[in-house]
């Protein structure tokens, strides 16, 4: 089907997002090559970040999709540029843990690296000027963020299954995934999709021999070499897997 990019919607930390000429039903995506850090306090960017983050999100989300998970992902229209459904968003980031690391570590003292007796599903509600605060079901109910407890246990339902496609996909290219952020929104027909992107700025993802970090964790604690990784989990997901 052929798109054609409308009017500048809005510019988020990651991708800058258009209307879709003469069909309201999508958006066009185009992603950027800035970096963001502690709610874009700390800022950069490498040239090609773009292009990676949109391939490597292109093959996780076709390959979620073979598995039966639906995601708002339509065409890709140039190197970093792609259609999607347009959703209404769910305000809540839902994030994956497997093992010890970032914000969880921290909060509890815990050591990083630790493998989980089980993954931990947490919520957060997706607002950048309170820093993405922690929020549990009650609070997320009370508050109208969600529905009913239905739409929250689905959520968690899909992101333990999205979580295990993503362990087998990542160990095919001997990586680790530490943890993920994932985010939903509603179609026109009420159903829930999976949106935005799976992406090194959205995981941690470990080499499984070294156990070298390879995403945006490098550029969080500036341990360099930053592209450098980003291109390697591509190489690696190319190396591994078709689309």
């Known amino acids: 089907m052929s798109y054609k990019k409308g009017e500048f919607l809005y510019e988020g930390k990651a991708k800058t997002i258009y209307s879709v000429l003469s069909d309201e039903n999508f958006v066009w995506l185009e992603f950027k090559n800035s970096l963001t850090a502690f709610n874009a306090q700390k800022k950069g960017e490498f040239e090609g970040k773009g292009k990676i983050n949109l391939e490597i999100t292109n093959h996780i989300f076709k390959y979620l999709q073979s598995n039966d998970i639906k995601t708002h992902w339509v065409q890709e229209m140039s190197e970093s540029e792609v259609v999607c459904q347009k959703l209404s968003i769910i305000p809540l980031e839902v994030v994956v843990r497997n093992i010890t690391a970032g914000s969880l570590a921290k909060k509890f003292n815990l050591k990083e ?31 109208g963020f969600v529905e009913s407890q239905k739409t929250l246990d689905d959520l968690k339902s899909r992101a333990l299954k999205i979580n295990e496609l993503l362990i087998q996909f990542f160990d095919k290219c001997e990586i680790s995934l530490v943890d993920f952020k994932l985010e939903f929104g509603f179609d026109l027909k009420n159903n829930i999709l999976l949106a935005d992107e799976i992406t090194p700025d959205s995981c941690r993802l470990w080499n499984k021999k070294t156990g070298e970090k390879m995403d945006k964790d490098r550029f969080r604690q500036d341990l360099g070499l ?18």
């Open 113 to 143: 690296g630790v493998q989980l007796k089980k993954p931990l599903v947490e919520f957060f509600y997706k607002k950048d000027e309170l820093g993405d605060p922690f929020i549990s079901d009650e609070q997320a109910l009370v508050l």
């Open 226 to 243: 930053v592209k450098e990784s980003y291109e390697e989990i591509l190489l690696k997901i190319q190396q591994n897997w078709s689309l």
